[in-house]
């Protein structure tokens, strides 16, 4: 029995452990979506703790260390026993995340052995309080506080939220060919379309502020597409300075006169709780008929197309 063990637990090990290190390489460089979901630990953003730790069990698996392999794992349950729990606190959950811990649960179950319950205990023990004490996360993208409206686009009477950050990639692409679409939709009153800046990046905490106050001196959809443009060029120049960008705008003649946006901010930050935004881009869609979300650049751009 111990030999037949051994002969599919090497195998097991190796796959299962490539398999790991896909999900955290998919979640890494993932171009369909960004989630607001993160986390790091010392510091180190999880998903490059998840492929260091994936490397580590195919390496001792590789070398049929199974002790160490078990004791590995053991600490690798007590992290996901806290990264389990804080998804399930915040009602936030990330199918990259759930999937690794669902293989590394797999792999701790082949390489349990009797007769180690008191060091494996210790070691999961060891991983939980790992996380509590070095975890740093996030699940909720913040702003601040105050009541006011939400600049919005058009009279139409389906209402079209469109969350995207401007330092997120499938976002910018969304945006250029979205725009030609949102046009002519607002233009046939056909939607009130609003966008609601999503805080994932740091840049979009600073750059949804220069949204607004060019929005407050010229309140229509042209200037919207226009500041939005070049917002994400001074994002892809990572400009991250309040004053650089400001000189950024300026030489191309934006005029810039700062305001009190606190208040709009809040309401940002209540659109975000009510349609629980977990991806960027994602586009709500509410009409008599309903809300319906949607999310990736192919699934927004045809929900549009049908509105139309």
Known sequence: MKLRREAYLRP????????????????????????????????????YWGIGYMGGVLVLGLFRRTLWNS??????????????GFQVVHRVFCPYCLTF?????????????????????LFAMAGLL?????????????????????PTFGKGPVNVRLYTDYACEPCQMLETRAAPLLDALVRKDKIRLTFI??????????????????LRESQTLASAFRIRTLLVEAAQKRVRDPTKL?????????SVRPV???????????????????????????????????TGVNDILAALKRIR
């Open 12 to 47: 097991l090990t190796v796959l299962l452990a490539f398999a790991g290190v896909g999900v955290a390489l998919y979640y890494l460089t993932c171009d369909d979506a960004c989630r607001y979901l993160s986390g790091s630990v010392f510091r180190v953003d999880l998903k």
């Open 130 to 150: 790992t996380f509590l004490l070095a975890f740093s996360g996030s699940a909720t993208p913040v702003y601040a506080a105050g009541p006011a409206h939400v």
């Open 260 to 294: 009190d946006v606190t208040p709009t901010l809040e309401v940002f930050l209540g659109y975000l709780s009510k349609d629980r935004i977990q991806f960027t881009p994602t586009c709500v869609v509410e009409s008599r008929a309903g809300k319906k979300t949607y």
């Open 246 to 254: 400001e000189a950024f705008l300026v030489a191309r003649g934006v």
């Open 101 to 121: 811990a669902a293989i590394v649960l797999l792999l701790f179950a082949l390489h349990v052995r009797p007769g180690k319950k008191a060091a494996l205990l």
């Open 71 to 84: 004791l590995l794992l053991s600490f690798g349950v007590g992290g996901e026993v806290f990264l389990v």
């Open 197 to 214: 800046d999503t805080p994932i990046h740091t840049e979009t905490k600073l750059y949804v502020k220069y949204y607004l106050y060019v």
